[in-house]
C-alpha cells in the first residue's frame, strides 16, 4: 500500500477533475487496490470494506481536499496574485440560455456549503 499512497495517488489526482473523471478515478483507484491486495471482483466484496482494510479513503474525498486546499492557498495570496483576482473577478453581461457548465468556482462553493452544514448538524 505504500506504493500506491506515495506514488500512484499522487498521479491520479493530478490536475482538475470533473464529476464524469471522479467516477473514472474512483473504478481506476478500487481496479489498483483490488490488485494489490490480491483480491478479485468474483470474491465481490464491497469497496468501503477494501478501503476499510487497506486503510486508506475514498478518491473523491482526497479530491475535495486538494480543491479546499487550493482556494485556501488562492485567497491567503497577496491582493494582486492574478490567480487570486482571476478567481474573484465577476463578469459583466449575461450567460447564455440552458443549464450553465458548472464553473470551478461554482464546485468550490458547493463543497464548502455542504462542509459547512454538516458540521452544523453533527454539532
Do not use: F
Not at 487550493?70 to 485567497?75: A, L, M, N, P
Amino acid at each position: 500500500m505504500k506504493v500506491y499512497k506515495t506514488a500512484l495517488k499522487p498521479v491520479l489526482l493530478y490536475g482538475t477533475v470533473r464529476r464524469k473523471e471522479e467516477n473514472l478515478l474512483e473504478r481506476t483507484e478500487m481496479r489498483m487496490v483490488r490488485w494489490i491486495a490480491g483480491i478479485s471482483l468474483r470474491e465481490r466484496r464491497e469497496s468501503a470494506d477494501i478501503r476499510r482494510m487497506a486503510g486508506i479513503c475514498c478518491i473523491r474525498e482526497k479530491a475535495r481536499e486538494a480543491r479546499l486546499r487550493y482556494i485556501g492557498h488562492v485567497k491567503r495570496g497577496a491582493e494582486e496574485d492574478p490567480v487570486r483576482r482571476a478567481m474573484e473577478m465577476e463578469m459583466r453581461g449575461r450567460r447564455s440560455v440552458g443549464r450553465q457548465r458548472k464553473r470551478w468556482k461554482d464546485t468550490v462553493k458547493n463543497m464548502h456549503c455542504k462542509r459547512r452544514n454538516s458540521r452544523s448538524g453533527s454539532q
